[in-house]
């Protein structure tokens, strides 16, 4: 099974393939619903602030219904990212906090785990301590030029030209190596609650590479984004995956660009 959240759902070689080349001020907003083994099973939330040369993320998921009370809240997580854009447009995490998971007497909250990242190394701690990396963990080798997973989801929104047309080495929550490796699949026509229009596909393979508690099997995955007025590409839908449910798959309930609701 695959594991651990990526949206994601869900970017070195990815940063090849940079966000757009400016440093100006831009916005997005996605509500998600989140669809886990063939029914709507929770929320997704996704913000993401560029001003000047930073930017932040903030994101959460939330499982609902009787899937909730199922996983008995191990799939709610909060998500917070900060980093810097380089005048190129290439978005580079530097600090990087998520929480959430099973609950313990020890950690009513779930595990908070921070992640450092500089252009050669990310440093992973938690509260409590003693989070495992992972049967084999990622190498330091593994571990250079990658970026997290809420911020994948910001390289690819703001990215230039085909936002298809990458691979994005990820580093998600802390310890979880793969590559995404996206290529063109044409485009469809959506009819959704946040978006009608023509929408461009991406066929993304899952290839898992280190840090991962179980053996992990590639996969392939689907996004669809949506060109907007702004530049920006806004994801319609996203396949991810996860720990404890398998792929989950993100469908956009509204879509905000710059203080913009998408229609």
């Known amino acids: 099974m695959i594991k651990r959240f990526a949206a994601v759902v869900a970017l070195g070689l990815a940063l090849a393939a940079p966000a757009a080349a400016q440093t100006g001020d831009r916005s997005f907003d996605g509500v998600y619903s989140v669809h886990a083994r063939g029914v709507e099973a929770g929320d997704f939330t996704y913000s993401f602030r560029q001003t000047g040369s930073n930017y932040t993320i903030s994101a959460e998921r939330e499982m609902k219904g009787w899937v909730g009370a199922a996983l008995n809240r191990s799939?709610?997580?909060t998500y917070s990212v900060r980093g810097s854009v380089t005048s190129e447009g290439v978005l580079r995490p530097s600090q990087y906090q998520h929480q959430g998971g099973r609950r313990r007497d020890d950690r009513p909250n779930g595990r908070l785990v921070r992640a450092v990242f500089?252009?050669?190394?990310?440093t992973t701690s938690s509260v409590p301590t003693g989070?495992?990396?992972?049967?084999?963990?990622a190498t330091p080798a593994q571990r250079r030029g990658v970026i997290d997973q809420m911020t994948a989801i910001a390289a690819m929104l703001t990215a230039t030209g085909d936002?298809?047309?990458r691979t994005l080495p990820v580093y998600m929550d802390g310890r979880s190596?793969?590559?995404?490796?996206?290529?063109?699949?044409?485009?469809?026509?959506?009819?959704?609650r946040a978006y009608q229009g023509q929408g461009v596909r991406c066929r993304v393979q899952f290839r898992p590479i280190a840090g991962f508690g179980d053996p992990q099997e590639a996969a392939t995955l689907s996004f669809v984004f949506a060109r907007t007025e702004s530049g920006m590409w806004a994801p319609v839908t996203i396949?991810?995956?996860t720990d404890g449910v398998g792929v989950v798959r993100l469908e956009a309930r509204r879509l905000t660009v710059n203080g913009q609701r998408l229609r």
């Not at 989070?131 to 963990?137: E, I, Q, S």
């Not at 190596?177 to 959704?192: A, C, E």
Request: net charge negative.
């Open 75 to 77: 799939q709610d997580y």
């Open 118 to 122: 500089t252009p050669s190394d990310v």
């Open 131 to 137: 989070m495992g990396m992972g049967d084999p963990a």
């Open 163 to 165: 936002p298809c047309a």
């Open 177 to 192: 190596r793969f590559d995404f490796v996206l290529t063109p699949n044409g485009t469809v026509n959506v009819n959704s």
């Open 239 to 241: 396949e991810m995956p």
